[in-house]
Nanobody, 115 residues
């Protein structure tokens, strides 16, 4: 069974930075995509950033230029460096992978940005 464990969330002031980490275990297939989504109360889950096959990165429009995704393939880890955080970045952040034709999600880590 594939498991994802996130860490690094917390409370930060606007303009500050946080780094999220996610480690995947139990993977037996090639990872086709690995990344981060977020969901704020009353809103739909949205893409933050992901790395797909070939190392191509995709970012949500609202985080371009502020967030950076990276991945360590050797240990199945993905990171999200979040800089210049804004109150509207407040949400639960979920790690996601697509492997073996299946989607897997982490339990989520809360990021709260105070104004």
């Amino acid at each position: 069974q594939v498991q994802l464990v996130e860490s690094g969330g917390g409370l930060v002031q606007a303009g500050g930075s946080l780094r999220l980490s996610c480690v995947a275990s139990g993977i037996i297939f090639r990872i086709n995509a690995m990344g981060w989504y977020r969901q704020a109360p009353g809103k739909q889950r949205e893409l933050v950033a992901r790395i797909i096959s070939g190392g191509v990165t995709n970012y949500g429009d609202s985080v371009k230029g502020r967030f950076t995704i990276s991945r360590d393939n050797a240990v199945n880890k993905v990171y999200l460096q979040m800089d210049s955080l804004k109150p509207e970045d407040t949400a639960a952040y979920y790690c996601h992978i697509l492997t073996g034709g299946n989607d897997y999600w982490g339990q989520g880590t809360q990021v709260t940005v105070s104004s």
